[in-house]
């Protein structure tokens, strides 16, 4: 592999992991304004179900100005990096014909998504 590749996996790397950082950052610091807002005598909702049932509460409560489920969408957004990480992996090593690693991340992926979205609390 080039190191011109290699520098370049780096750096998605790099971004993926500040952008989902910062945004879960972001989501959980909205979450606690809104909590001091609200006097603190607010009882979060607690998620269950599939990811897609919690991300869909989630979303409702953010526009609802829930703050337990701002809080819920940061978890989310860390709880996706790994998956989004081996995502742009997995298309870096399809551009330089790495199928090893690409078949290898793809049955990775599938596995962690059919646990997530089909997994119940």
């Given at each position: 592999m080039s190191e011109k590749l290699e520098a370049q996996r780096r750096l998605i790397t790099v971004w993926?992991?500040?952008a989902s950082i910062g945004l879960?950052?972001?989501f959980v610091v909205v979450g606690l304004e809104l909590f001091?807002?609200?006097g603190g005598a607010y009882f979060?909702?607690?998620p269950s179900g599939s990811l897609l049932e919690i991300?869909?509460?989630s979303w409702q409560g953010m526009l609802g100005l829930r703050p337990s489920a701002w809080f819920d969408a940061g978890i989310?957004?860390?709880l996706l990096t790994p998956l989004?990480?081996?995502a742009a992996g997995v298309v870096a090593s399809m551009r330089v014909r790495d199928w090893a690693y690409v078949s290898i991340g793809v049955v990775v992926m599938s596995l962690v998504a059919i646990?997530?979205?089909a997994g119940r609390a």
């Open positions: 993926i992991l500040r879960a950052v972001l001091a807002i609200r979060p909702k607690t991300a869909a509460d989310l957004v860390i989004v990480r081996l646990g997530l979205f």
